[in-house]
């Protein structure tokens, strides 16, 4: 059984903790080392889902015992086959282009850049290169994200017109936030400190806009099948003024015959109500929910007719990152659809269309003129 040489750029984004945990438990994975990218602003202190916290919290728990300072000089002295990638969206391209010329194959957490433009830049170098990059979306390892899906392309909901999705909690480094993959929740930390995290810095790719309402253009243009036309976006900072990124972001989002809302949020202790996906069609609707902590899929049909659906367990072998990618590499079958690079391109317009409406102040088309000269 081939083992593959696995290692890491990037610890700005606190799922680190979870995918390198995800990678640890495939028994064909051997960690190699990893490195971290340098911040445009050191940070203040360490504390859980810093980023010196994540580097000790990995290297501890995966037994990685190799740390280089500069991960071009990784890259030049070990071997990979894959690099997971959790840096500032910011830096993505960057990596993504250095371990494409390696030959390396990479993992890039959600969300895919912060712009189209590194979106392409970071396809380009792997099309040219011949590697391989998957774009990791907890929302794909998500059983009830698929039996809405299932629902949806089975007609049960009729013809989608409608979709709305809400993320969101009190911030990355929030009161009480509480990540995948550790025990811990966050420290209490000042404005100070938080600001001088990449997540509050609109430069390195920080904001809510980028950090959530990605999930809802990735899951709109799942379930609906088609690109989007247009979006208008608006974002603001409402609570975090010690930063420059957006605390608060929302879009709606234009398809040839549907729209969505999708909403992402740093100042949420609560949602009050299911973040979604909830689906509207022209035959009833679909709420991907959960009812005493069980997960289900709800469908309702109007006046009291109401059927709950429990999910269907993942493939075995393609249920998380990990074996998604392993199984790729090794039988050549395509990735699921949500994790493949050029579908990712698409959700990047959806995205990058609602970021420049809020700049503008204008409704902006999906085909950019990165779009238009790709």
Known sequence: MKKYRVGIIGFAHMHINNVAGIYGEHPQVEFVACSDTVPAIPELREAPYTRTWNIKNVMKNQGITKFY??????????KFDIIICCSENAKHPDIVEACAKSGVNVCVEKPMAM??????????????????????????????????KTHIDEGVIGRVLQMKWRAGHTGPLGPGAAHAGVSETADSMSGAERSATWWHQSSAGGGAM???CCYGAMVSRWYIGEQAISAVGMKANLDSQWGDADDNGAMIVRFPNAMCMLEGTWTTWDHGIPGGPIVYGTKGTLVVDSINGKPVVRLEKGHGQRTIYEPDP???????????????LETGKPLH????????????????????????????????????NQ
């Open 337 to 372: 659809p949500t994790v493949e690079m050029t579908f990712n391109l698409e959700v990047m317009a959806i995205l990058d269309a609602g970021v420049r409406s809020a700049k503008s102040g204008k409704m902006e088309t999906v085909n950019s003129v990165h779009w238009q």
């Open 115 to 148: 712009s189209y433009e590194h979106a392409w830049r970071m396809v380009r170098a792997c099309q040219l290169n011949g590697t391989t990059m998957m774009i990791n979306w907890p929302l794909t390892w998500s059983p009830t994200a698929h039996k809405a």
């Open 210 to 212: 980028l950090d959530f």
């Open 69 to 78: 300072d500069d991960y071009n000089e990784m890259l030049d002295k070990e």
């Open 314 to 328: 993942l493939l075995e072998n393609r249920h998380q990152a990990s074996w998604e990618f392993i199984h790729h």
